[in-house]
């Protein structure tokens, strides 16, 4: 079964950094594509950068230059850093993973496995 541990989040000001992990356990197919979404409060959820097994990226266009994701530990890992943070980019942020993907795509329905979702929160 495949299982996803997220770590980091938190507070920040507006203009600062955050990373967020996560790890992933137990994929059955050799391409698989990780994704971070997140969900602001009355919003739904969107897609924010997402990563293939192949190293296909795909970002979304609020996010481009400021977020970078990248995989580490034969790729089981999969880092978001956010920079230049914005008060807009408040919201839970969830881990996801296509299973058996090979397109890097922020459309959340190609996602079977999600995580517990993170808090971030960027002050003014």
């Known amino acids: 079964e495949v299982q996803l541990v997220e770590s980091g989040g938190g507070l920040v000001q507006a203009g600062g950094s955050l990373r967020l992990s996560c790890s992933t356990y137990?994929?059955?197919?050799?391409?698989?594509?990780i994704g971070w979404f997140r969900q602001a409060p009355g919003k739904e959820r969107e897609g924010v950068a997402c990563i293939s097994s192949s190293d296909d990226i795909t970002y979304a266009e609020s996010v481009k230059g400021r977020f970078t994701i990248s995989s580490h530990n034969a790729k089981k890992k999969v880092i978001l850093q956010m920079n230049s943070l914005k008060p807009e980019d408040t919201a839970v942020y969830y881990c996801?993973?296509?299973?058996?993907?090979?397109?890097?795509?922020?459309?959340?329905?190609?996602?079977?496995?999600w995580g517990q979702g993170l808090q971030v929160t960027v002050s003014s």
């Open positions: 996801a993973a296509d299973n058996g993907g090979v397109i890097a795509s922020l459309d959340s329905r190609r996602y079977n496995k």
């Open positions: 137990g994929f059955t197919f050799d391409d698989y594509v």
